[in-house]
């Protein structure tokens, strides 16, 4: 079913408390507000890490990034008297960003990413800055983002000085999806421009939100295509008149993966496959694209959960260095901005979508080819008697799916492997994972585009042979599935261009338009 309007926003607030990838998802796409807690107790522990910081200073104490330069410069001394201009220069040198900018969706999860790190207490940083992100959000002031220049570690610099720069009064935002100066922007919201603290420069940029904010929106993306390619290929299945008790309940319950039991459960639930004895003349063992796409879908529905603990601990962690230790009074200089696990989970993520990209492709080439589609016309063409001679169906279309497939195929080098040393050999092992998922991201944008062209393609499938044999009806979840993709491609009766409704289908994917399986 298509989605009701949005009447009302839910509210995340931010706090101490774990968050999850839904609540970024949600204000990625305006569906809930950042909320920053009230609650004395958090706001006293935030404000902790600011004094106990004030307070060394003034005991000229030595705090990386705060008395000294940055990274291979952390041995040079700032004198006191230009400590306080050392954040902006922090976040003036880091603006060499390049690529296309970051989406608003993107923007408001990145901000909202590296709004729930600082909420953890362990930055060192003011409750008004945490405050000027959350005002930032609720006018819908977004930074301008460049999306390429970071290796991730440490952190994501160069993308998130744009924040800064911002919170600042400086660079450009997003408003109404309109790029505006963001002191003109502040302004005329009532928002005055932040002033930042010693450390503060350091602690929003020092981190992992971007490539992290980027992994929620890709989670939520690839979970979604795991019900609709197991819808489309049950579509599939009925179409080439295929064997429904490949996914027998008990033939499945001997290899206990239990994302792919899921997949055959919802296959069985599409195509009603209880214990009943096979029919006469289905064929024994259909092509793997068929049989074994349990086995397929099924690999990206159990690494989810995996995917989605690294993501969480990431997005619930203090990420940036030093962590302030306000309770014990110290400051521990590490690592935390390091990407790792996000890497691994997006290199993880973007094979396993590929495949299913992969697989898709391959269904299409048996629907189309009539040597494998059982009865069904070459490209599944539906023009009859003498028209069918000009018509060429889905023919083009399917070129198109392998050539997509086939970019999303060669997007799968894992990007974590790929580590450079950068910035005077300081920063020598480095994640790369804001590449892996913007590399993921691109896999999804491809593989989205192969579901909608087998969307238009098992749809035409089921009606061409549902006008074959009128007699054996397609299963309800299935007939209410071509209903649904019928308010947007009707069948293909004549050659027409697709594209348009290939772009309807791929806004209805994202917006997750349709409710599948319990």
């Not at 962590?323 to 110290?330: F, K, V």
């Not at 070129?399 to 799968?412: D, G, M, Y």
Request: charged letters at 20%.
């Amino acid at each position: 079913m298509h989605p009701e309007p949005t009447t009302s926003r839910r509210a995340v607030t931010f706090d101490r408390e774990r968050l999850t990838i839904e609540d970024i998802v949600d204000i990625a796409r305006g569906n809930a507000s950042a909320v920053l807690s009230a609650d004395p107790v958090f706001r006293a522990a935030i404000a902790r890490g600011a004094d106990f910081l004030d307070r060394l200073l003034r005991e000229d104490g030595t705090i990386y990034g705060v008395t000294t330069g940055y990274g291979d410069s952390c041995t040079v001394v700032i004198p006191p008297e230009l400590v306080a201009e050392l954040p902006h220069h922090l976040y003036t040198y880091h603006g060499c960003g390049l690529g296309e900018y970051l989406t608003p969706a993107q923007t408001r999860a990145v901000m909202a990413t590296r709004l729930a790190s600082l909420s953890k207490g362990f930055s060192g940083v003011s409750v008004e800055l945490l405050e000027q992100i959350a005002r930032l959000l609720d006018a819908g002031l977004l930074p301008l983002i460049p999306s390429e220049g970071s290796v991730g570690a440490s952190g994501d610099l160069t993308p998130l000085s744009y924040l800064a720069a911002v919170l600042c009064g400086e660079r450009e935002v997003w408003r109404d999806g309109v790029q505006v100066p963001a002191a003109q922007a502040l302004e005329e919201a009532g928002i005055a421009p932040l002033r930042l603290r010693p450390k503060e420069g350091l602690a929003i940029m020092n981190g992992t939100a971007v490539m992290t904010a980027l992994a929620c929106l890709a989670w939520d993306r690839a979970a979604y295509l795991t019900r609709v390619c197991t819808r489309i290929t049950a579509m599939a299945s009925f179409a080439l008149d295929g064997n429904a008790h490949h996914f027998d309940e008990t033939l499945f319950s001997v290899k206990p993966h239990a994302g792919m039991q899921g997949v055959a459960a919802w296959l069985r639930e599409d195509m009603h496959v209880g214990r009943q004895a096979e029919r006469n003349g289905k064929r024994l063992q259909d092509r793997y694209s068929i049989r074994c796409a349990p086995h397929v879908i099924g690999v990206l529905a159990d690494a989810l959960p995996f995917f989605r603990q690294s993501i969480e601990n990431e997005l619930n962690s203090a990420n940036d260095n030093p962590i302030i230790d306000a309770e014990g009074e110290r400051v521990l200089h590490g690592g935390h901005f390091y990407g790792g696990h996000i890497a691994f989970a997006m290199d993880g993520m973007k094979n396993a979508v590929a495949n299913l990209a992969d697989l898709l492709d391959r269904q299409m080439a048996l629907l189309v080819d009539s040597r494998y589609n059982h009865g069904l016309p070459a490209n599944l063409s539906g023009a009859e008697g003498a028209r069918a001679a000009i018509n060429h169906g889905l023919k083009a279309l399917q070129i198109s799916s392998s050539a997509w497939t086939a970019e999303a195929l060669k997007l799968t080098m894992p990007a974590s492997v790929f580590s450079r040393s950068t910035e005077c050999h300081n920063q020598d092992k480095v994640s790369m994972g804001t590449i892996a998922a913007r590399d993921c991201l691109r896999v999804l944008d491809l593989t989205e585009q192969v579901v909608a062209a087998l969307l238009i393609t098992v749809r035409q499938g089921v009606w061409l042979r549902l006008r074959a044999n009128p007699d054996n009806p397609a299963p309800q979840a299935l007939m209410e599935m071509m209903e649904l993709i019928g308010r947007d491609v009707a069948p293909v009766a004549e050659d027409r261009r697709l594209e348009p409704e290939l772009r309807v289908l791929i806004a209805r994917l994202r917006e997750q338009a349709w409710s599948l399986y319990a």
